[in-house]
Nanobody, 119 residues
Framework: QVQLVESGGGLVQAGGSLRLSCAVS????????MGWFRRAPGKGREFVAT????????TYADSVKGRFTISRDNAKKMVYLQMNSLKPDDTGRYYC????????????WGQGTQVTVSS
């Protein structure tokens, strides 16, 4: 079984940057891809970015393209989300998750890390 632990969230002013980290442990050989998702207060879960575990191919939500970068370090078993030019609309709890071959989330999620962007 795979376990995920996110870190790196915090309070930042609009225009600032944060880097989120997701530590992966367990049976990493079963992982097809990883993704970051977020949930803003009163809203549903929103896709942010995905990355395949082996090839490193990435996808992004239109709302974060050009501002966020997803990456992974297979040797360290880490997945990162570099967030630049943050906006108040980026506020929410950010989660990493393992993805299936269709890049849809499985039932393996971390506990999340809170990001708050002040205007």
């Amino acid at each position: 079984q795979v376990q995920l632990v996110e870190s790196g969230g915090g309070l930042v002013q609009a225009g600032g940057s944060l880097r989120l980290s997701c530590a992966v442990s367990g049976n990493i050989f079963s992982i097809n891809a990883m993704g970051w998702f977020r949930r803003a207060p009163g809203k549903g879960r929103e896709f942010v970015a995905t990355i395949t575990w082996r090839g490193g191919s990435t996808t992004y939500a239109d709302s974060v393209k050009g501002r966020f970068t997803i990456s992974r370090d297979n040797a360290k078993k880490m997945v990162y989300l570099q967030m630049n030019s943050l906006k108040p609309d980026d506020t929410g709890r950010y989660y990493c998750a393992t993805l299936n071959q269709w890049l849809k989330p499985t039932n393996i999620w971390g506990q999340g890390t809170q990001v708050t962007v002040s205007s």
